[in-house]
Structures are given as C-alpha cells and as structure tokens.
C-alpha cells in the first residue's frame, strides 16, 4: 500500500491550499481516509476524516475552513484548505483505514503517507 501526499507549500495568511493524497495498493472505495498534522515540538493531531461512502467529519479547529473529499474513480482524497492561519502550519498526512468510521484516532489506521509540508507565513 501506498499513500503519496502533494499539494503543500508556502503561503500567506488567509489564503489558500489543496493537498492531494493518491492512494494505490488498497481498495479505495472500502476505506475510509482521514487526514492528520503535526507541527514541530506537538503531537499528532487530527484534522479531518472521509468515510467510503463520503460522509465527512472535522476537527473543531478547521471546521468551516477545510473541506475533505474524495475521488474513488481516481483512488484520491482532497483536503481544501482556506483562510489559512499560521497556526495551521505543520506537516500534513494523509491515512486510510477499512476498520473503523469516522476515527479520530490515529491509531484506527492502518496506512500513511509520509506527508507534505504547508507553511503559513503571518
């Protein structure tokens, strides 16, 4: 299995990101993916989770600025981040997981990218 993160780079305060995560290896459509992020000196932290069917679930932190979603013709899942504050500033995974629905829990998976960096400059 392999997830493969793109999309992140370096941007001002309230602009804008797409991160894209291709997935290949799995069956896709049976999975659910979530994306995770962590910034220097912090722990892991969850971010937001699409189901197999498209159901959606966000951190409280992003809800209302980034939006998960994904292409299962395309083996991908998005997230779509707005109004980017510094705070958002980490490195982004992304993860796939068949056991579990709506997991906020980095350990419900099973598989992980090895991450794309976004920069949010004040």
């Known amino acids: 299995v392999q997830l493969v993160e793109s999309g992140g780079g370096l941007v001002q305060a309230g602009g804008s990101l797409r991160l894209s995560c291709a997935a290949s290896?799995?069956?896709?459509?049976?999975?659910?993916m979530g994306w995770f992020r962590q910034a220097p000196g912090k722990e892991r932290e969850f971010v937001a989770t699409?189901?197999?069917?498209?159901?959606?679930y966000y951190s409280d932190s992003v809800k209302g600025r980034f939006t998960i979603s994904r292409d299962n013709a395309k083996n991908t899942v998005y997230l779509q981040m707005n109004s980017l504050k510094p705070e958002d500033t980490a490195l982004y995974y992304c993860a796939g997981t068949s056991r579990y629905n709506y997991a906020k829990d980095g350990a419900a998976y099973d598989y992980w990218g090895q991450g794309t960096q976004v920069t949010v400059s004040s």
């Open positions: 699409t189901t197999w069917s498209g159901g959606t």
């Open positions: 290896g799995l069956t896709f459509s049976n999975h659910d």
